[in-house]
């Protein structure tokens, strides 16, 4: 057939018709002449010199004038010529310009011909009021032309980029849409370079039937670019070629899956085109006006997706940080699918429609628990990081979400979804002897799985990799994990690298899964081994390494923190079944269109239960999962070997819709299509906009000013004993949104009692960075500094500086005048859902016994991860 005939071609080449003699040394002439006037001194190209510095000279901008329309093309060449390091190759001149040489003709010995970005565009200047240039050789009406119609002339079509898009896109690249299906167009941007990679040849431009393996980008308004000179390059006009995905019988496919999400594209067969329900929602909790900037204008659904389209929380998208979004006093979100789902998530998990970027992916734990898997958690659940009252749904009976994550591609999901367990060993040795930070698997433990790095040099550490050298089928860069020998007959047991992109590093070991509650501790039969980096490690021998280590097994654990509580088969206290229930939301700046939002459904329906992981698919190969994506596609399931799921399926929406006479394509479906609803603990039926009227105040409980200050030397008595307690920090490295034991002592020369000193505390514990002191409100304090390792998340410890203060000298009104009395009295606060994170009148108590909102840990966890 005509067509498959068409795609056996490789690539074609665009060629333009035989280019016009180029201009002569005489007619350029003239603007050469202004060059070297004005102390440009490089000699021209069609002299057969070359430039330096990387940069294009006066005399080359005379020469693209010859050929150019107008200045603002001949300075887009200029632009785009200085970005390609030591050659240029301009669409319609013959031969390299070379911008790596030495010092040409007529520049003084040892100096530079090329000093600024902007000598080219000088000679393009140079060249307007002087005669024979800007010919618009592409113009067919021209006598003097033959150069055909310019490429990218043929588009006319806009792009579906916003301004707000284009003008913070950075660096980054960027299809739009971010997913489409196969007969549709699309355009693409990106801050850096004016070429598209297109090796794989899937993409088409300008109704051509063939890849080109380089698309070229434009800045100067050709090919849909919104902005000519703005350094964003753009190709609109692109389209998958006709009949790829037929070709290779397959549904779905990707450009640059994997990855950080950068220059993705998701690709669906046209006959996928309205198989899969989206629903639009009613804001069931809107504020009656938008003053603050939180809005989120639409929300949608699919049977495994949510939707938010929140412009006003995302005013320099796609130059957006994470936490302005996930954070639970910033997730107005979470809060909108609460409304229609109720409480039937144990975590929200969102993603951009494109990535970010400053959010790279990472956790946030909310609350834990689950005891006896790490850190004290005698008694759950124990709260993290609250929700602050006008964003929960206070008839909830169930505190359910354990944390936010940030996941835009699949291995980070898969790692940040994991730290849900806020994991950690305090009393094992071993473990922490390894290195670990609290959060992560120390990469010398024989315990794997997403949480564990590879094992860093043990010199230069972190980043460097100790790359894997045993079996060179494995991705290039790859690291090592350790694994144990059998014991000699001596007890004593060697190592053995093996690599760090292996099915077996991908998976969690059966210690992981026990701390899931995905198998109960008789199955953890493994002993677990941990070298200690102390100068020991003899790896000259990568299958016979030597070191000092030491060993653990399940008893130990058990022995030192007790067993899990809820036992298996139990996974959270609540659960039903193994699984985990996951509110997958997707942020976009615009409506998303149904390719976008059909992608993700199917992307969260695969990520449910596809265990086809192939770490290194294999180069050809086409479907979900294979040489489109970087690393292959790994799951949740594929992690635990098949015992548990992420599962996304929203109650109330189908996964397909019905078809009148039978018969239509499906897209994938996951199992949980087939399957009942889940119940859902509770429904959220008190709404934002009944709390208060917009923009009115919340009314902070603090205390009246004082004049007063706590006299140095005195406050230091107190503090002494915050040190010897173990409370190291100060004032002034106050970090997690948490006041320190120093500020209990400072608090506690001026209260009456140290139940006052303890409210004010309190106060202080409401999830902001910077809090007005209570005592002297002309002073705020910073509470989100850099800790320097001194643990200022405990929540303990401004209390446990009340209590130092009782018993010394000069604290609670022995040095004050009982007429400085602090009384308590309202102060105004900014409405919630600003940038900074705001309570409501009723989370905060002065009583003693109030239980303050609760802070973060700051642990790797909370950062971004890679």
Known sequence: PIMNRILTLTFIVICNSQKPPPPTLSLLQDCLSKCYKNQYCCRSHLEGYSTCNQLLSCANGCEFAYYAKNFHECKYHCSDGNSHGCEYNHPDISGSFGMCGTCSSGCSTGTACVYTLNECQNGCSYAINATGFYNNLHDPSNPNGGLGPRDGMNCSIPTSFNVTHIKNIGILGHFSPAAVFDDEQFAYASGKGNYLDNRRGLICVDDELA??????????????????????????????????????????????CGGDGSKMLGILHHSLRGTIPIKKLVDLSPYSSAADG??????????????????????????????????????????????????????FSLRGMHNFAAAGDNYIRVMDSIQGIGFDNSRVPISQWAFPNDLLCPNFKTKRIQGIDWGQYERGYVHEITHWLGLNLPNIYPYQHAGTDGAHLPSLCTIHGPLQGPVWDYKLGYPNIIPYTGNMTHGDGAGCIVEPNPPDANGKVTFRYEPSDSLKASRHSQLMLYFFGLIPAEQVTDTYYCLYNDGSIDDSDIKHIKANYGSFTINDIIAKQGKRVPAYPKVMPWSIDSNIRVGSITMAYQTPTEAEMAWWTIWNRHFEDDTNFLPHPPEGSWGWGQSGWNGGFVNFKFTTSGKSIVRTKLAGIP??????????????????????????????????????????????PTFSPTVRQVPPSTLQKCVVKCNSAGYACTSANAGCMNPTCSNGCEFGW????????????????????????PYVPQVTLQLCNDCHGCNCCDMKQCNVGCDKAYNTTGFYQQEYSSTLLPSVTPTYFPSPRSIKPSISPTSLSLKSSATPSAKPSVRPSLASVS
């Open 211 to 256: 890849p080109r393996s380089q698309i070229q980008l434009f800045d100067d308004g050709r090919g849909g670019d919104l902005y000519a000179m703005d350094f964003v390059y753009t190709r609109g006009c692109l389209r998958i070629c006709p009949g790829l995905l037929d070709l290779h019988g397959v549904k779905e496919e990707c450009i640059n």
């Open 655 to 700: 996964c397909r819709k019905a078809v009148i006479g039978g018969g239509s394509t499906v897209s994938y479906e996951s199992a949980s299509c087939a399957g009942p609803d889940d119940p859902i603990l509770d429904n959220c039926t008190f709404g934002i906009s009944t709390m208060r009227p917009s923009g009115a105040p919340i009314m902070l």
């Open 294 to 347: 939180s809005k989120c204008s639409e929300l949608f659904a699919t049977s495994h997706g949510l939707f938010a389209v929140c412009p006003q929380m995302m005013n320099t998208y796609p130059n957006i940080n994470a936490w302005q979004i996930q954070a639970p006093q910033q997730c107005l979100p979470c809060r909108k699918y609460w409304d229609h789902f109720g409480n039937a998530f144990d975590i």
């Open 750 to 773: 001026y209260a009456a009692s140290v139940s006052e000193c303890k409210s004010a505390c309190a106060a202080m514990q409401i999830n902001q960075c910077e809090v007005k002191h």
